[in-house]
T-cell receptor, first 114, second 111 residues
Framework: DAMVIQNPRYQVTQFGKPVTLSCSQT?????MYWYQQKSSQAPKLLFH???????NEADTPDNFQSRRPNTSFCFLDIRSPGLGDAAMYLC?????????????FGPGTRLTVL | SQQGEEDPQALSIQEGENATMNCSYK?????LQWYRQNSGRGLVHLIL?????REKHSGRLRVTLDTSKKSSSLLITASRAADTASYFC???????????FGQGTRLTINP
């Protein structure tokens, strides 16, 4: 089945230790998104790629970076995780823009920062 | 400030009853979408309703949109225990290229 896969599902890191979360998709969608969702809050868009074009949200901290080496994969790098970065990180894809197309979400990676 | 706000924040009903959740937003939209999230999981898309549409149905789900009041509602009929989840509305603001999610309604269906 076509899907969005996130690895790992649970990630524990230490304060200040770089961490990378991965997302892959078999939908062949053009757009890939990364959201941060803290407990009992709304998902918040960090950035997205439309093909190879990177679009950063204005309030996304510099500590967060992303890479999309090909259509199928997208990575979220947190360079120096702080305690406030503990959250669920959701990857999503869509064929086109949100103005016309729905988003398909992966199961998420729950990040714990010790 | 939040684009979408949902009401109620939490709703608990008996299995078989209907559940209604409301979403209000502030600025003109291109479309409004509803998503479901089971505890600790990703979001699942339910329905997309465009700004020129007033009502859409999908199985036991009915979504209405009133652009004059900047509000939408999600009705789940004949609720089941498996409907227990958080439900989020998300809007695409006109001219923007992203979804903005509301805070969600936590729905509990009691057997």
């Amino acid at each position: 089945d076509a899907m969005v896969i996130q690895n790992p599902r649970y990630q524990v890191t230490q304060f200040g230790k770089p961490v990378t979360l991965s997302c892959s998709q078999t939908l062949n969608h053009n757009v890939m998104y990364w959201y941060q969702q803290k407990s009992s809050q709304a998902p918040k868009l960090l950035f997205h790629y439309y093909d190879k074009d990177f679009n950063n949200e204005a309030d996304t901290p510099d500590n967060f970076q992303s890479r999309r080496p090909n259509t199928s994969f997208c990575f979220l790098d947190i360079r120096s995780p702080g305690l406030g970065d503990a959250a669920m990180y959701l990857c999503a894809t869509s064929l086109g823009t949100p103005r016309t197309d729905t988003q398909y979400f992966g199961p998420g990676t729950r990040l714990t920062v010790l | 400030s939040q684009q979408g706000e949902e009401d109620p924040q939490a709703l608990s009903i008996q299995e078989g009853e209907n559940a209604t959740m409301n979403c209000s937003y502030k600025t003109s939209i291109n479309n409004l979408q509803w998503y479901r999230q089971n505890s600790g999981r990703g979001l699942v898309h339910l329905i997309l309703i465009r700004s020129n549409e007033r009502e859409k149905h999908s199985g036991r789900l009915r979504v209405t949109l009133d652009t004059s009041k900047k509000s939408s509602s999600l009705l789940i009929t004949a609720s089941r225990a498996a409907d227990t989840a958080s439900y989020f509305c998300a809007t695409v603001i006109q001219g923007a290229q992203k979804l903005v999610f509301g805070q969600g309604t936590r729905l509990t269906i009691n057997p």
